[in-house]
Nanobody, 114 residues
Framework: QVQLVESGGGLVQPGGSTKLSCAVS????????MAWYRQVPGKEREFVAS???????VYSGSVKGRFTISRDNVGGMVYLQMNNLKPEDTAVYYC????????WGQGTQVTVSS
């Protein structure tokens, strides 16, 4: 059974930083491309970043240079380091195993506000 459990986030001031974590189980993690998405109410889920098992990463234009995706292939963890946060980064953040299209975790809320 595939499980994705996100944690971290919370309330952060503009310009601040936070780090999200995602614990992954039930898949062959090393072979899986992992990604972070985010969603705000009334809008579609938006791609943020992805990382392959051999650590090649891709970022959306809106977060490139501010966010860093990483992974621990031994521990089955995916991370998203978020720096220089902006109010428009406010969203629920989800990690995702790209081969399992319909499986999502509960997400974690990030609110950027003073």
């Amino acid at each position: 059974q595939v499980q994705l459990v996100e944690s971290g986030g919370g309330l952060v001031q503009p310009g601040g930083s936070t780090k999200l974590s995602c614990a992954v189980s039930g898949i062959n993690f090393v072979l899986e491309m992992m990604a972070w998405y985010r969603q705000v109410p009334g809008k579609e889920r938006e791609f943020v970043a992805s990382i392959t098992g051999n650590l090649a990463s891709v970022y959306s234009g809106s977060v490139k240079g501010r966010f860093t995706i990483s992974r621990d292939n031994v521990g089955g963890m995916v991370y998203l380091q978020m720096n220089n946060l902006k109010p428009e980064d406010t969203a629920v953040y989800y990690c995702h195993a790209e081969s399992y299209a319909s499986i999502w975790g509960q997400g974690t809320q990030v609110t950027v506000s003073s």
